[in-house]
């Protein structure tokens, strides 16, 4: 690279990009030609920055200058004032919620300040298409070390040392699956890269890829070296093309490097990675539907044992792994077992990528060290909760995860202590969700998904599910019975208990948790027939106050069945029989007079 | 591209360095031509080109250059400070390039201050 003296580090992650970050670059571009600042000021397409609230978001090195919600018609004056006059413009810079001035560094914003980047090392950092840039931040030093200085056994102890455990959902530990597709007999062994991501909401292995394809890859290279496999695949999903793209790119460049493909680094090992288009159902990534897909057969999972690392691909011995966890790989051989170890829980070491999304200020990516509290996370990292709403519950693990209410903001999360709540780490997606969400609603959506993709195998899954959606909906409905309640629980059971993969055993959590949580929501919905939160349908009315209204006719005007009436200047009412709880009446009203019984 | 062997790791990382460091934020010197409308009008881009082209020579990696506003003292343009690590910051007034050459090889490289060039040491308190 030409010695700039100013690095634009401009997000190209998905959620920048939708949002027009290349079309800030072609006009930054063009800007700086016109002042002349073209061999000074380099722009830099990075990785997903993680601040996708925010987004187009770009950090100015070396003066780590945070700029945000940019346009294509902020860029002529940034660069006039930044780059030619060098005075940051303040006006482009994030102010946190509850302050009234912006913070100009990056390091400065609680966002990104209580992170701990190991996964995502160097997001932000490089531009992920360029494998120098990779390199220079120590890239593929792990795999020489782990080829020219090591042995098998050895990185398979420093990984188990390390307490790394699956990112992808289970959690299981990941140098003991190693270790198990070493011990594996069979001539030809495979990995895989799962990076399916199915969870609706989570983006974690997107980012990972998008802004850093190369740490996956270096991950791949040494696990397969350690396992003994000669044959690499990345499972990824279809909707992901950018991410796909980029991966393609690193392997290329990382096979004419030689650090793919015959003999790398001259040890004689070989690795070829090959891509595989997800087949776009949420069962795909489940691992022995994901081999089944790969193989070109209909995913659907079968029973284990035999396990993926005794017979998976073409009957071979095959580890799967998923993208995080891959991309911790190479941080832990160069720094140490010891130095991962050190950091997380007792029972889960290091860190995890979250996907913090729903009602909460700063959505975006974050990772954090494990045994951070659900506080921290939503309140230090996501700002708190828009609106001055008050804060209900935080929904994690996906869509077969649980729903864990606010006495409990204060635990610290592992895998272990989610479970003991009632959820799961799934892939890290994390809901969070305000006064006005009615958990019985949110069980019955995370059904209906569930429901959906059930891949039918199973009868109590396949079934089951049906079924005690059929009751949330009736329940939401205002059509529920006495009884609904323990025919949900008992259902849960049946489900859990007869079904192949974690997809069916899984599947009642949300509805398990919300019952110990929100009893008196399903309650209040069973018998007294109403919503608390005012969210179902069937439940609710909508009336104005005649004392509030002033009669602007506002609400009359907006409302699509005309069933608003009422003079003007006069108060209005509304006739329930037309009423079809749009609710834009109550969004309009700008005296606060209509409400939600 | 050729295939590259472990210790080609290093040689790549050592031409990056320039790169990353300035990403990094973490620097040796960190030298601040002062650009506001004053400051180009007296030829602040003509010292920022030379200083430009001075780091590229020396191929010096841990030098970190960058644009600030006006420094305040608009007849005294082109202007630059000087900061070495752990050091106060310099300011110089009234540069051509000559004068940079020679502030740019004697504070920045060797780390002796150009008094001759010199305004002040340190910075004014902020706040
Ligand atoms: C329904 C279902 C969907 C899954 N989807 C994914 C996925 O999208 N990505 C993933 O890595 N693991 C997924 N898993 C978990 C995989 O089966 C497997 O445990 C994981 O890829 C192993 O990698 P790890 O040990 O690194 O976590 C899914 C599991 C189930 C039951």
């Known amino acids: 690279m030409e010695p700039y003296r100013t690095h634009v580090m401009l997000c190209a992650g998905t959620g920048c990009v939708s949002n027009g970050s290349f079309r800030i670059k072609e006009t930054l571009e063009r800007e700086l030609k016109k002042h002349n600042l073209q061999n000074e000021v380099a722009v830099v397409m990075t990785g997903c920055n993680g601040f996708c609230a925010q987004g187009p978001v770009m950090v100015v090195k070396p003066d780590d200058i945070f700029y945000q919600l940019l346009t294509d018609d902020d860029i002529t004056h940034l660069v006039e004032e930044h780059f030619l006059k060098g005075r940051p413009v303040q006006k482009l810079m994030y102010t946190p919620p509850a302050e009234e001035l912006p913070v100009p560094k990056m390091s400065d914003i609680g966002f990104f300040n209580k992170q701990r980047l190991i996964a995502l090392r160097n997001r932000g950092m490089i531009d992920p298409e360029q494998i120098d840039e990779y390199i220079a931040r120590d890239g593929y030093t792990a795999l020489a070390k782990a080829l020219n200085e090591m042995t098998p056994e050895q990185v398979i102890e420093e990984i188990k040392l390390s307490g790394l455990r699956g990112r992808g959902g289970a959690g299981f530990p990941t140098g003991r699956k190693w270790e198990l597709a070493r011990a594996a007999k069979g001539e030809t062994k495979h990995i895989v890269c799962n990076a399916d991501e199915g969870d609706p909401g989570a983006f974690m292995d997107r980012s990972i890829i998008e802004s850093d394809p190369h740490s996956v890859l270096e991950g791949m290279i040494i696990g397969a070296r350690a396992i003994g496999a000669s044959y690499g695949h990345v499972y990824i999903r279809n909707e992901y093309p950018l991410a796909r793209e980029r991966l393609i790119k690193a392997i290329k460049q990382a096979t004419d490097y030689g650090l793919l493909g015959k003999d790398i680094f001259g040890t004689g090992f070989d690795l070829d990675v090959s891509i595989h288009r997800g087949a776009g159902a949420f069962v795909c990534g489940e691992e022995t539907s994901l081999i089944a897909s790969l193989e070109g057969r209909a995913p659907e999972p079968r029973i284990r044992p035999p396990f993926p690392v005794e017979s998976g691909i073409w009957d071979a011995p095959t580890n799967i792994n998923n993208v995080e966890t891959w991309a911790n790989v190479p941080d832990i051989i160069n720094r140490g077992a010891k130095w991962f170890s050190a950091i997380g829980t007792e029972t889960s070491k290091g860190t995890k990528v979250f996907s913090v999304v729903g009602k909460v200020k700063n959505t975006g990516l974050v990772e954090v060290p494990m045994g951070i509290t659900l506080r921290e996370i939503v309140y230090d990292i996501g700002g708190g909760i828009p609106g001055d709403k008050e804060f209900k519950a935080v929904q994690t693990g996906g869509p077969s995860g649980g729903c864990i209410p606010q006495s409990l903001l204060d635990l610290p999360i592992d895998y272990e202590k989610l479970a003991e709540v009632g959820s799961i780490m799934g892939s890290g997606g994390l809901i969070v969700m305000d006064e006005d969400t009615c958990m019985v609603d949110v069980a019955r959506y995370f059904l209906e998904f569930l429901k959906d993709e059930s891949c039918g195998k199973c009868t109590a899954c396949r079934e089951g599910i049906d079924v005690m959606h059929g009751i949330l909906v009736r329940i939401c409905e205002g059509n529920g019975k006495e009884g609904d309640i323990e025919m949900l629980e008992e259902l849960s059971e049946a489900v859990k208990d007869s079904s192949l993969c974690a997809l069916g055993r899984t599947a009642p959590n949300p509805v398990i948790s919300t019952i110990r949580y929100f009893r008196d929501e399903y309650e209040a919905h069973i018998n007294d027939k109403s919503c608390p939160a005012g969210v179902c349908k069937a439940l609710i009315t909508y009336v104005i106050n005649e004392e509030k209204c002033k009669g602007c006719r506002l609400c009359a005007k907006n409302c699509p069945q005309e069933a608003i009436t009422g003079e003007v200047k006069m108060p209005h009412t509304i006739e329930q029989d037309k009423c079809i709880k749009c609710g834009v009446c109550f969004d309009v009203c700008k005296f606060d007079a209509v409400s939600v019984t | ?127």
Do not use: N
């Not at chain 2, 960058?66 to 005294?76: K, M, P």
């Open chain 2, 1 to 127: 591209m050729p295939k590259i062997k472990p210790e080609d790791l290093k040689k790549i990382r050592e031409q990056m360095s320039r790169t990353m460091s300035l990403r990094d934020g973490d620097a040796r010197a960190k030298i601040t031509v002062h650009m506001g409308t004053c400051g180009i009008a007296a030829g602040a881009r003509t010292i920022m080109s030379t200083l430009l082209a001075l780091t590229e020579e020396e191929q010096a990696k841990d030098i970190i250059l960058t644009a600030s506003g006006c420094a305040g003292l608009c007849s005294r343009e082109p202007m630059i400070t000087v900061e070495l690590k752990g050091q106060a910051p310099v300011k110089y007034v009234e540069l051509d390039e000559e004068k940079t050459k020679k502030i740019f090889s004697d504070h920045v490289l060797s780390g002796t201050v150009v008094e001759e060039y010199a305004l002040a040491m340190g910075s004014e308190r902020l706040g």
